[in-house]
């Protein structure tokens, strides 16, 4: 029997942080499906816009040779992802272990049978790291930027 395994992210500004969780999770599972997160579900969970569009985040994750099949994920519940997915283990980062968003995943993995495996955090690089160091490098129209 094979084993499905399941990566969701935003995976906007792809960087090694992406790269990473799925090289983990494709050692740990015969068929790695990405769930990649809606735009909607961003902007209402995150509170931000990404800057590269879902289909485009789509095209991008499927491209990668470790990944079997992408999934958008247009509800913010991993239950619904399961069911249309149906994988036996869900992959998270570690800053999740603990917290009560993570406990209630656990909880709702466990009742349909799913394992949540966790993997370390890549702390070095995020997309809020990129994102703020993105929106520190704007310049407002006009204004002059002292180059030292």
């Given at each position: 029997m094979s084993v499905i395994g399941y990566a969701p992210g935003v995976y906007d500004l792809f960087h090694v942080g992406h790269l990473n969780v799925l090289r983990q999770a494709r050692?740990?599972?015969d068929v790695l499906v990405a769930g990649v997160v809606g735009d909607e579900i961003v902007r209402a969970v995150k509170g931000v816009q990404p800057f590269v569009p879902l289909r485009e985040r789509l095209e991008i994750v499927a491209a990668l040779?470790?990944?079997d099949q992408v999934h958008?994920?247009?509800t913010p519940s991993k239950v619904d992802a399961w069911q249309e997915v149906g994988f036996d283990r869900i992959f998270k980062g570690d800053d999740w272990r603990g917290t009560p968003k993570g406990d209630e995943l656990e909880r709702q993995m466990a009742e349909v049978g799913?394992?949540?495996v966790y993997f370390p955090y890549t702390v070095h690089t995020s997309s809020t790291q990129l994102?703020?160091?993105i929106n520190a490098s704007l310049v407002p129209a006009?204004?002059?930027r002292a180059v030292s």
């Open positions: 050692e740990m599972c040779g470790i990944v958008a994920e247009l799913a394992e949540v994102r703020r160091a006009g204004a002059v």
